[in-house]
């Protein structure tokens, strides 16, 4: 059974959650209970990474999948209303624990390392991990696997169980579909997984693909809440138990397990290898997309310049009440991983009364980390301006500021004009980290439509043709300034 | 009247400056001579501020600049480099051009920014000055666009348009072939109805001979003679002044304007 384990990148989860552990130790305990919570707003907030058929997907902000049926239903039994809220897996527990989310569906798998930090409900599907193999493979399931090579989810109980068994070599991928491409093309020589969702995969896209065996773990899914939320608990249990019992549940797993849903997996299945017909009815998502993607980048490149600017004029001029401070800032921005920055800025800072919303977060975290590079690239600029340009305007009677304004600067300007725009290129790219806090962005919605349509061939390579595109307009600025720019020689 | 009263500049344990002490004249072209490394140029740069010295003073301009930590407030010391500045200009050795702006542009640059003179006024005495050192017509070209006397040119035109009392050239004929060497030499001459004081650092014995009205020989951080160029050069009076003339014209580079 798939677990996506929050130890991916260990360290780095450790000190975020450390961090946040200490934040909420300061946070004054809610007058409100997690159940008053939810009755008084009307709304249940489930987090959800749909990335997972069949478990959770999503295209165009339209959630479908088991857990996402599991979560209306539950949410009808306390006559409330379910807001999803799609969330990369990374993301899923932190906001959880911070108050973002009330309960996570999920396709959680309970684990005892798990129950030890949050609360789980009953089970509500039991499922096992499975093998997927080439058609014309010899492998018959899991007995056969030693000396080959196992393709897994990275980090998920998949991995763990490959890991028990003596002379198996595991290839790591960040999402099941592309561990299926890759045995596809023959890379690996089998996949191991959820079984719903290998089935679901080879079914929808992958012909050349078929499961194998028997089931060989039995793990069961739960409903996630964070500590001290046992009355909700006891409320989304007893609602768990009046799905089932009302034969709601049956209908769920029906539609998403059962034979029907085979054939209609079957008959959507489209085994193109660049399937235009997806591009056609998934364009307009894309283009939401790339709209964010492009908002948060420009404005982060806009913000980010003139700050960068400042910070490195504070660092060249003599004071050190303001180098100092200017080069503290760079030397912290530059050591710390964005990522950090981002969960930090979005999951710590609520704690101490900056409470900003995911798009608020996201610019001003691209925008903090960009200065501390923008602001290295005009040093450099500034630096490299011969000294006797200062000097000549200094003889003339101009103070520092007016020197560094009217002579060296737009010197500057003309020399940095191609680190910036490499910088500003980065910064684009870098933007897809925002992903993290749940924002929508060009490479989450690739990820989201790689995933639901198990079309991996079909979705990046569309991905980094629009990311290219958006690097257009950039460079396009920059050839212009470098053309008005061009340093006169003699003609 | 410039009076430099017992200068001394160290850089580290280099002692460059040690005790200078001389007069210069107004409204006349004075020559500072003396071999590479004497410390004429640090001394031209401490006439501006550009250098700060150890002890000693400099009055110039009307303006009285004390050596070492003189007990002023960083804004006082700013005003006092700020009125030194308006009223002593520098051509550089190597010009320091503004490579980004015309030849106009550098010569209004510090007129609009330091004196705030309106950008019409300030062209109009942008091409005054252009025209004195004869670039009239090359107002919209770049530095990287003309020659080398071209731009000592424009280098002087921009000192001048700050229209100060004092204007310093830091060896001007370092960095030009002979001929441009002659027709620098003119051009400080036809300055003379200006009335500036034009106070030049060179180590080029004829050229300072055929422009000086006065001459102060520098060797060893000080000013060891001072007189007018024809007494300095005629009859000098120092051990060391003799030194240099002999091994000057031991080479037979002499050249006349």
Known sequence: ?491 | MIEVTNVVKRYGPATVLNGATFQIAEAQLTTILGPSGCGKSTMLRCLNRLERFDAGQIRIADVAVQGGDAGLTPADEDALVHEVRLRVGLVFQNFNLFPHLTTLGNVIEAPMTVKKLPRAKAEEVGRHYLNRVGLSGKEHHYPAQLSGGQQQRVAIARALAMEPAVVLFDEPTSALDPKLVREVGTLLRTLDDLKKTLVVVSHDMDFARAISDQVIYFEGGRAVESGTASAVFGSPSQPETRAFMESFHGGRTEVRS
């Open chain 1, 1 to 491: 059974m798939i677990t996506r384990w929050p130890e991916r990148k260990r360290g780095l989860r450790c000190a975020v959650l450390a961090l946040m552990l200490a934040a909420m130790v300061g946070q004054p305990a809610s007058a409100q209970t997690a159940l008053e919570r939810v009755r008084t707003s009307g709304q249940l907030r489930v987090g959800i990474d749909a990335t997972y058929p069949p478990f959770g997907s999503v295209e165009g902000g339209e959630f479908s999948g088991f857990d996402v049926d599991i979560a209306g239903a539950i949410a009808r039994q306390l006559r409330v209303q379910a807001v999803l809220v799609n969330a990369s897996f990374d993301g899923v527990f932190p906001a959880l624990q911070n108050g973002t989310f009330d309960v996570v569906i999920s396709a959680v798998t309970i684990t005892p390392e798990r129950s030890a930090t949050m609360l789980f409900s009953e089970p509500y599907i039991n499922a096992g991990q499975a093998l997927a193999v080439r058609t014309d493979s010899a492998i018959a399931g899991v007995e056969s696997v030693t000396g080959k090579t196992v393709g897994v989810q990275i980090n998920t109980t998949a991995q763990f169980a490959m890991e028990k068994i003596a002379g198996v070599t595991i290839a790591k991928y960040n999402t099941i579909d592309l561990a299926l491409l890759d045995l596809q093309n023959g890379r690996v020589d089998a996949v191991a997984s959820d079984g719903p969702v290998l089935r679901y995969m080879a079914r929808l896209s992958f012909p050349g693909v078929k499961t194998v065996g028997r089931e060989y773990t039995n793990e069961a899914f739960g409903v996630v809440l964070a500590r001290g939320s046992d009355d909700l608990r006891r409320a989304v249990n007893a609602a768990l138990f009046q799905i089932q019992d009302s034969g709601e549940y049956a209908k769920i797993y029906a539609t998403w397990f059962g034979e029907a849903s085979q054939s209609q997996a079957a008959a959507a299945a489209a085994p193109a290898l660049f399937d235009t017909g997806l591009i056609a009815r998934t364009w307009m998502v894309f283009i939401r997309g790339v709209g964010l993607t492009a908002l948060i980048a420009a404005s982060s490149l806009l913000l980010g310049l003139p700050l960068g600017l400042a910070l490195a004029l504070a660092r060249v001029q003599p004071r050190r009440l303001l180098s100092t401070p200017a080069a503290i800032y760079v030397e912290v921005m530059r050591g710390t991983p964005l990522l950090v920055q981002i969960l930090f800025i979005y999951f710590v800072l609520p704690s101490f009364g900056v409470n900003l919303p995911a798009f608020t977060s996201g610019i001003v975290a691209l925008t903090l980390n960009a200065a501390a590079y923008v602001s290295e690239i005009f040093r450099a600029g500034i630096v490299s301006i011969e000294a006797g340009q200062m000097e000549a305007a200094r003889a003339l009677g101009m103070n520092y500021w007016q020197a560094m304004r009217r002579i060296i600067l737009p010197q500057t300007f003309r020399r940095v004009v191609p680190p910036l725009t490499n910088e500003g290129i980065a910064l684009l790219k870098d933007s897809s980290l925002v992903s993290v806090i749940g924002l929508t962005e060009l490479a989450r919605t690739g990820q989201e439509l790689a995933s639901r349509y198990a079309a991996p061939l079909t979705i990046w390579p569309l991905v980094a043709v629009l990311y290219l595109a958006l690097t257009f307009p950039l460079t396009r600025v920059a050839q212009y300034l470098e053309r008005k720019w061009r340093p006169v020689t003699r003609s």
